[in-house]
């Protein structure tokens, strides 16, 4: 499971998959969103710009992520 750091939070849940590379654009990440391929805490998401909250956990296919809040 990978580590993912924010700075601030809540993070679109879209956003998160586009800018930790999982998908190659918001386009695509949206897509796989509204199709049912993504969990968010073991649970299908389909809200793409659901809040995403230090302590979730994103899976896509193989990949998985761990989302933290960076201390300063």
Do not use: H
């Amino acid at each position: 499971m990978k580590i993912v750091e924010i700075t601030k939070e809540p993070v679109e849940l879209y956003k998160i998959l586009k800018f930790e590379g999982i998908v190659s654009s918001g386009g695509e990440a949206k897509a796989v969103i509204d199709d049912g391929q993504v969990f968010v805490n073991g649970e299908i998401e389909k809200r793409k710009r659901k809040k995403i909250m230090s302590g979730d956990v994103i899976r896509y296919g193989n990949d998985e992520i761990k989302v933290l809040l960076k201390q300063s």
